[in-house]
């Protein structure tokens, strides 16, 4: 439900049912969708989110926020905090639950998973909460990720999952993403989540490069197959 897309965001009351009757079919739900939703005030948001209620839908993720150079950073975050406000109000009407999820970088609010916290810390939890991302959360927090996950747990709307290496090349050192399992992030989140009282979605995520076809299929299984074996 984004640009780029399986389902457009324009095109939500046409495909969004075509989509979710095609995975019922063959036995799947849609717990969860990614969309550009950033306020109130975007054409699209209300169509978007009044779609995904009338189907089912219950959660969806937020866009996400840069920081501009040229503003104070407290600034811009009260500003993002009044849209979701708005939003939490919207979600109410509907009966959905939003998720800011953190994303690693230089300029991404939420990035410092206390950006997100101070932006959600009043609002209600069932109207607006954090997709939290271990991936991402370990990316810029090295060993405080416990910390983190344990401010953002009254939160938690969804888990998102990925791994990732540190790679130096003549540039210097870069994240790479990986299959699960095979870089930084600690198995042990998923055994301190499972003590917690979450029962949202967990979301997988392949960023790496995980060819097409039967290939893609089966390195995606074995994500799920050490995903499995970790939440046992």
Known sequence: MRAKGQVLPERAEEDLPKFVEALRKRGKAVHIITTDVKNTAQPLTHKVLRTAAKLGIKRYRLSFW??????PIAAQLDEIRAELRD???????LGLQAGFQNHSGADYVGAPIW??????????????????????ATLEGGYSWPSTARLMEPHLAAVFVKDFIWKKGEKGWKAEWCPLGEGMVNKSFFAW????????????HHEYDHGEGKLMIAKMQQDLRVLREWLA
Not at 116 to 136: A, E, N, S
Request: glycine share 8%.
């Open 115 to 136: 950006d997100i916290w101070q932006l959600v810390r009043d609002l209600d939890p069932k109207l607006m909460g954090t997709c939290f991302d271990i991936g991402h």
């Open 66 to 71: 840069k920081y501009a150079k040229d503003k």
């Open 193 to 204: 989540l499972k003590k917690t009282g979450f029962t949202g979605p967990i979301s997988q």
């Open 87 to 93: 939003l939490a109000a919207l979600n109410q009407e």
